[in-house]
C-alpha cells in the first residue's frame, strides 16, 4: 500500500462520515453507559467496604452481663462486670491477642472558649486508636502509652466535637474542660464513613488516657474491652478462651450465654463481605447484559455499514484494488471509528467521574449520598470493555469486506 | 490476445443449475474492434465478465497475451485488471462519494502512481472527455453521459491495452451514446483492442467484426 491510499481512504471516510457518526455515538454512548455503571457500582461497594471498617477491622469486643445458669452453687441473676484488670489477664492468658484495650465511658459537660456541650467521654489506651481506626487528622496525634503511664490531661476529640467547640479553628494545642478540668487537645479525628458504632459516631466522642479517664469518672468497672486478634481466622477461638478464662474468675459456666456477650466484627464481616461479593457479581451480570445489548447494537450497525458498501469493493475490485487494500481500508476504518468512539465514551465517563467525586459528602448524616458520590473508574474494566466490544467490532466491520475481497469481483459488483 | 477455448460458464442455484455459456472459442487479435451481440440471456455479459477476469469460467481455458489466466492469483488478476484491461459498465460503476477526478485517479492510486504523473494523467483523462470543469462533482451531479464518460476515463487511466465495454451506450440517450462511440473509435485507431457488448445494430456497425452469441453459444 503506497502512502497516498490512506489518504484516500481518508477523504472517502470523510464523506461518508455522517453515517459512521452514528456508530460512533453508539460506541460513545455504550462506553460512557458502561463505565459510570461499573464505576458507581465499584464506588458504591467500596464505601459500603469503607463505611463498615470505620468501627475497626478484625475487632471483638467484650461486655459483662448477668448469669443465666446456676454456677457452682451461686444463683443465676448475679452482675459480671469487666475491670481493669481483666486487661493484663486476658492478655497473659491468650498468646493469640495482637491488641487489647479497655473501655469506659461517661456523659458529661465539656466546654472550650465560652461553649458548652455535653458528649461521651471515653478512658482507654493507645492500642484502642489502632484499632477502631482513629486516624488523626494532620498535625495531631492519638493517645499514646506515655498519657496513660504518665495519666496526662490529654484529649483526642472527634471533629465534630472540634466543629462545635471551635468553628473551623484548629482545635489541636488548645485546652477544653471536662468536669472542671482542663485537657490539651494533642489530636482531632479525621472524617471518616462510619455505620457501625455505640453511643454515635466517633466524630463526637472524645478520648482521654484510661488513668486520666479514672480521675473525672471514679466507677472502676469498664464498659467494655476491645480484642484485636493476631489472625483473624483466631476470632472464634479468643472468644472461647475469654468466656473459659472470665468464667473461672469471676465464677460463671462458660456456656452462660448472658454472662458476657461480644461484638464480634470479624464475623459481621464474614456477612458484610457476601454482601459485597454479591453486589459485585450483580453489577458483572449487568455490566455484561449492558456489553452484549451493546455489544449487538453496534456490530449490527457496523455489520450493516461495511455489508451496504459490497458494490463499492466490486467496483475497487473491477479497477485493480488488491485484497489487502480493501481490507486494509476497512481495518482503518473500524479501528478508527472504534477509537473515536470509545476515545470520547471514555473521556466523557472518566470527567464525569471526577466531577463527581468533588460533590461533599454529609459526614454528618451519613446517607444515601455516601455510596453514591464516590464512584470508582476501573482502568482493568475499560481495557476488558475494550477488548470485548473491539475485538466483536472488528469481526464485524471487517467481515463482509473479507468476504468480498475473496469471491469473483462481479459477484460484489451484483450486489445492490 | 485474447484467445478463448471451450469457455463455459455454469451457475447454481440451489439444485437448479444454469449454462450461461457453453463451449465458447474465440480470439480477438491486437488492435481489433469486436463487439458482441445476442439476445437478452444469450450470455454476452458473462463472457465480458470472464475476459475482463472480473468473473471465472466453470471449465474452458483463457488465454491472455499468450498466458492462462486460470493460473493467476487473485493479486496477479487484480494487476490485471488495473493495467491490462480497462472495463466500461452499462451502470457507469463510479464510486457515488468520490468525485470525477478522485474516480479517475482511482485505478492509477491502486497501481502505486505517484501523484505528478497522477495529476497529469487524469487532466489529460478530463481534457479528453471534456469534462475537466466537472472535475469536483460527485456522479449525483452528472448526467448519464458525463458519467459513462468518466467511466470511460477511468477505465483508461493506466492506459491499458484492451478496453471491454458492456453495453456502454445502453443507458445513453443517442447524443451522449452517439459521443461515447466517437471516443471508442478514436481509442481503435489509436491502436486499443476493444470488445464491446451491445444490443444495437447501429452501434456494432462501428466495429470490425460482430460475435454473436445465442443461448451461450457462438453463432457461426
Partial sequence: MNATLPRFFWSEYRKRRKKAALITFALFWGTLSILLLMAFGQGMSTQFHVAFSGLGETLIMVYGGQTSLPFEGLPKGRQISLYPEDIDYLKDRIPEILRIAPESYNYLPVSAGGKEINRNIHGTTADFGLMRTQVPQLGGRFLNAEDTATGRKVAFIGWKVAVDLFGGADAVGKTIVIDRVPFLVVGVLVKKVQDSMYNGPDADQIYLPFHTYQQIDNRRRLNQIHIQPREASQSKLIEARVKTLLGRKYRFDPDDRYATSFWNTI???KEGMAIFKGIEIFLGIIGALTLLIGAVGVTNLMYAMAKERTKEIGIKLAIGARRRTIVGQFFLETVFVFAKGTFWGFITAFNIVHLVRLAPINYDSFGIEAYLLRPV?????????????????????????????????IESLRYE | MIELEGITKVYKTGSQSLEALRGISLKIGKGEFVSIMGPSGSGKSTLMNIVGCLDTPTAGEYLLDGGKVAGLTFDELAAVRNRKIGFVFQNFNLLPYATAWENIELPMLFDGKNGKKRRARVTELLNAVGLFEWRDHRPTELSGGQQQRIALARALANDPPILLADEPTGNLDSKSGEEIMAILSDLWRGGRTIVMVTHNDHIAA?????????????LP
Fill in chain 1, 377 to 409: 473508574f476501573s482502568l482493568r474494566i475499560f481495557v476488558a470493555y475494550v477488548i470485548v466490544l473491539g475485538t466483536l467490532c472488528f469481526l464485524s466491520g471487517i467481515f463482509p469486506a473479507l468476504r468480498a475481497s475473496r469471491a469473483n469481483p
Fill in chain 1, 267 to 269: 464475623e459481621d464481616a
Fill in chain 2, 206 to 218: 462501428c466495429s470490425e467484426r460482430t460475435i454473436r452469441l445465442f443461448d451461450g453459444q457462438v
